[in-house]
């Protein structure tokens, strides 16, 4: 490839200098390696492998441009090496040029079909360039072809990140860190995967692997802490976001994690400051905007939040958390017209069927209908109410559901069958994810189908629990005080037993506790008021919840799926809601459109349940007056 006309001395010095040359580049003495290659260039200014590896060495010495330039200098001389072409491309990829490494990866390829290296990068292009999908399919091939090698395996972790597969991502990252298990950047992607499929425990393990290799990773020490949120560990992650920030107080991700954490600590005024420190930095940063607008709708400022999701989502239009939480500051205010077609952003995550999606636009009569739950048990409760609505269109309905809701679920007319998830579904034409019937049947808050009882209590259950329960002569109250822990408001909705000693003073009163679940608190709590009946521990399923609340006078409850089967059961059922409590429950008013015989009990403040209780134990000295 020597194209200058040199004597048979200089040749030899030539082959000499690139012989040494490369050696020393292999020992990583760029200086000296690329000192050599400079002066063959001198002699010799078209030598192909000359330019090439200075090329090479340039990159790794930060001189990307001078680099660019010797490598498409050498391609002009020689188009037909394809380690050159895939060397340009890693080039172009750390330049952010993706489209022409793309182009150089193809030319590789086009040379060597079988080259992992190219495919590799060809998989990084199309990574820049926001295609996951293509990229995936480029990171596989380089996995197949190279199983060995650690970065292949580590970027279809990303590339599966990216596509949202994160159970995939899990099992692609466990193989990165078998290949390299001492490498902290892979622990740390590894963990995010972990954290991304809800096993936050695993998480934090990773987490504390790669700290413990390297304990200045502030990525580690950010994501450590965003788990810490997860796990309803404010105070740690706090202090995690504290020490990141400590070496670099505008870290705009250190400074988003502090404001998650203020959020959840109730310290919303401090988390919009924070939010907006992060805006002063980065204006761009679509993710503080939408944060903000939750700290916002935490403090019932829903216009401001409106607002803030807005400008998230004017910078990143695809953003479908922040289209969702834009949707419920409508829905929080009954505006269902504007907030029921933006709240199908939800359902980002959503599986994938056979049969088409029904919002409402198609005939039902002669079809088979599959509505099937897809968030809580409270969710499939409430929403279930619009079963028979379909089966009044001449549709034969399917209902797929949690396990325990199948015995409330199996008598409601105009269900055909209730299939739990995992069971075979029968064949159907059309199917409905349950939040999306409000939409599908253009529900207004005039229109919300509100018949109660829609649901019933299995008749053989009945009688049973009620020669069960205590209080012959007086009113039978069944109390919650905690919802499901590993709900992402939790720590808002549920309180503690403590708050609720008030009650047990209002004459007359047998109190049921069917709080499920129950923590060591709780189980201090029941001890010291043996006068409470606790059943919780004892209900198998919603049937038997169901078939308890039937002898009982009233349900008092925090925000729980036993509120909707109380209300769906038609029983007189007072909710205890936090200050910003959940979109369904609109603001100030004390009644539910959604069940007639619900009665609302508000904090005046965040976190005020005295005052909520002090209302429930005055309105208790009327009940049933």
């Given at each position: 490839?020597?194209?200058?006309?040199?004597?048979?001395q200089?040749?030899?010095?030539?082959?000499s200098a690139?012989?040494?040359?490369?050696?020393?580049?292999?020992?990583?003495?760029?200086?000296?390696?690329?000192?050599l290659?400079?002066?063959?260039?001198?002699?010799?200014?078209?030598?192909?492998?000359?330019?090439?590896?200075?090329?090479?060495?340039?990159?790794?010495?930060g001189?990307?441009?001078?680099?660019?330039?010797?490598?498409?200098?050498?391609?002009e001389?020689?188009?037909?090496?394809?380690?050159?072409h895939?060397?340009?491309?890693f080039?172009?990829n750390?330049?952010?040029?993706?489209?022409?490494?793309?182009?150089?990866?193809?030319?590789?390829?086009?040379?060597?079909?079988?080259?992992?290296?190219?495919e590799?990068?060809r998989?990084?292009?199309?990574?820049?360039?926001?295609?996951?999908a293509?990229?995936?399919?480029?990171?596989?091939?380089?996995?197949?072809?190279?199983?060995?090698?650690?970065?292949?395996?580590?970027?279809r972790?990303?590339a599966?990140?990216?596509l949202?597969r994160?159970?995939?991502a899990?099992?692609?990252?466990?193989?990165?860190?078998?290949?390299?298990?001492?490498?902290?950047?892979?622990?740390n992607n590894?963990?995010?995967?972990?954290?991304a499929?809800?096993?936050?425990?695993?998480?934090?393990l990773?987490?504390?692997?790669?700290?413990?290799?390297?304990?200045?990773?502030?990525?580690?020490?950010i994501?450590?802490?965003?788990?810490?949120?997860?796990?309803?560990r404010?105070?740690?992650?706090?202090?995690?976001?504290?020490?990141?920030?400590?070496?670099?107080?505008?870290?705009?991700?250190?400074?988003?994690v502090?404001?998650?954490?203020?959020?959840?600590?109730?310290?919303?005024?401090?988390?919009?400051a924070?939010?907006?420190?992060?805006?002063?930095?980065?204006?761009?940063?679509?993710t503080?905007?939408?944060?903000?607008?939750?700290?916002?709708?935490?403090?019932?400022?829903?216009?401001q939040?409106r607002?803030?999701?807005?400008?998230?989502?004017?910078?990143?239009?695809t953003?479908?958390?922040?289209?969702?939480?834009?949707?419920?500051?409508y829905?929080?205010?009954?505006?269902?017209?504007?907030?029921?077609?933006?709240?199908?952003?939800r359902?980002?995550?959503?599986?994938?069927?056979d049969?088409?999606?029904?919002?409402?636009?198609?005939?039902?009569?002669?079809?088979?209908?599959?509505?099937?739950a897809?968030?809580?048990l409270?969710?499939?409760?409430?929403?279930?109410?619009y079963?028979?609505?379909?089966?009044?269109r001449?549709?034969?309905v399917?209902v797929?559901?949690?396990?325990?809701?199948?015995?409330?679920?199996?008598?409601?007319?105009?269900?055909?069958?209730?299939?739990a998830p995992?069971?075979?579904?029968?064949?159907f034409?059309?199917?409905?994810?349950m939040?999306?019937?409000?939409?599908?049947?253009?529900?207004?808050?005039?229109?919300?189908?509100?018949?109660?009882?829609?649901?019933?209590?299995p008749?053989?259950?009945v009688?049973?629990w009620?020669?069960?329960?205590?209080?012959?002569?007086?009113?039978?109250?069944?109390?919650?005080?905690?919802?499901?822990?590993?709900?992402?408001?939790?720590?808002?909705?549920?309180?503690?037993?403590?708050?609720?000693?008030?009650?047990?003073?209002?004459?007359?009163?047998?109190?049921?506790?069917?709080?499920?679940?129950?923590?060591?608190?709780?189980?201090?709590?029941?001890?010291?008021?043996?006068?409470?009946?606790?059943?919780?521990?004892?209900?198998?399923d919603?049937?038997?919840?169901?078939?308890?609340?039937?002898?009982?006078?009233?349900v008092?409850?925090?925000?729980?799926?036993a509120?909707?089967?109380?209300?769906?059961?038609g029983?007189p059922?007072?909710?205890?809601?936090?200050?910003?409590?959940?979109?369904?429950?609109?603001?100030?008013?004390?009644?539910?459109?959604?069940?007639?015989?619900?009665?609302?009990?508000?904090?005046?403040?965040?976190?005020?349940?005295?005052?909520?209780v002090a209302?429930?134990?005055?309105?208790?000295a009327?009940?049933?007056?």
């Amino acid at each position: 490839m020597q194209h200058t006309a040199l004597s048979d001395q200089e040749r030899e010095a030539v082959a000499s200098a690139m012989r040494y040359g490369l050696e020393l580049h292999k020992r990583g003495a760029l200086d000296q390696a690329g000192a050599l290659y400079a002066g063959v260039l001198k002699l010799a200014p078209r030598h192909v492998e000359a330019l090439h590896y200075l090329g090479v060495i340039k990159n790794q010495q930060g001189h990307v441009e001078e680099a660019l330039d010797l490598m498409a200098t050498a391609l002009e001389l020689n188009a037909g090496w394809a380690q050159m072409h895939t060397n340009y491309a890693f080039m172009l990829n750390g330049a952010g040029r993706h489209d022409e490494a793309l182009e150089a990866t193809a030319r590789a390829l086009a040379i060597e079909p079988v080259n992992p290296d190219a495919e590799f990068h060809r998989g990084n292009a199309l990574m820049g360039l926001d295609r996951a999908a293509e990229a995936l399919d480029a990171f596989e091939r380089a996995v197949a072809l190279r199983p060995g090698d650690v970065d292949p395996v580590v970027n279809r972790g990303n590339a599966l990140v990216k596509l949202k597969r994160f159970e995939e991502a899990v099992v692609a990252f466990k193989r990165a860190i078998e290949l390299a298990p001492g490498h902290a950047g892979i622990l740390n992607n590894y963990g995010q995967a972990l954290s991304a499929v809800g096993r936050h425990d695993e998480a934090m393990l990773f987490f504390d692997r790669a700290l413990a290799i390297d304990p200045t990773y502030v990525s580690v020490v950010i994501n450590r802490a965003k788990t810490l949120v997860d796990l309803d560990r404010p105070d740690e992650a706090l202090a995690a976001a504290a020490s990141a920030l400590a070496v670099d107080a505008c870290h705009t991700a250190a400074l988003d994690v502090r404001g998650l954490a203020l959020v959840a600590l109730g310290r919303c005024e401090e988390a919009i400051a924070t939010f907006e420190d992060i805006m002063a930095v980065d204006p761009d940063m679509a993710t503080a905007y939408n944060n903000r607008g939750i700290a916002q709708t935490r403090l019932n400022r829903f216009d401001q939040a409106r607002s803030s999701f807005e400008i998230a989502l004017e910078i990143l239009p695809t953003f479908k958390v922040a289209r969702t939480n834009e949707a419920i500051t409508y829905m929080v205010a009954g505006d269902y017209a504007a907030g029921l077609p933006k709240f199908e952003a939800r359902r980002e995550k959503e599986r994938v069927f056979d049969a088409p999606l029904w919002l409402g636009e198609e005939a039902l009569a002669g079809k088979t209908l599959l509505i099937h739950a897809e968030q809580g048990l409270g969710d499939t409760l409430q929403f279930v109410r619009y079963a028979p609505l379909a089966a009044a269109r001449n549709a034969r309905v399917v209902v797929e559901a949690q396990p325990a809701l199948k015995p409330v679920l199996v008598g409601v007319p105009g269900i055909a069958d209730v299939v739990a998830p995992g069971e075979a579904l029968p064949p159907f034409d059309l199917h409905c994810p349950m939040m999306s019937l409000p939409l599908a049947f253009h529900t207004t808050l005039a229109t919300i189908p509100a018949q109660v009882p829609y649901l019933a209590a299995p008749v053989e259950r009945v009688a049973q629990w009620k020669s069960r329960l205590r209080g012959d002569g007086q009113r039978r109250i069944g109390l919650i005080w905690s919802g499901n822990r590993k709900h992402k408001d939790d720590r808002n909705r549920s309180m503690a037993p403590e708050h609720l000693a008030p009650l047990f003073a209002v004459p007359g009163t047998q109190w049921i506790a069917l709080q499920p679940g129950l923590a060591a608190r709780d189980r201090s709590f029941l001890a010291a008021h043996p006068d409470i009946q606790a059943i919780g521990g004892e209900l198998a399923d919603f049937g038997d919840t169901a078939a308890v609340m039937a002898g009982l006078d009233l349900v008092v409850s925090v925000d729980t799926a036993a509120v909707h089967l109380a209300g769906a059961l038609g029983r007189p059922v007072w909710v205890m809601l936090s200050f910003s409590p959940d979109w369904r429950w609109l603001m100030q008013r004390p009644d539910s459109p959604w069940y007639p015989t619900a009665r609302l009990f508000r904090q005046p403040a965040a976190g005020d349940w005295d005052a909520v209780v002090a209302q429930v134990t005055v309105a208790l000295a009327t009940f049933g007056s």
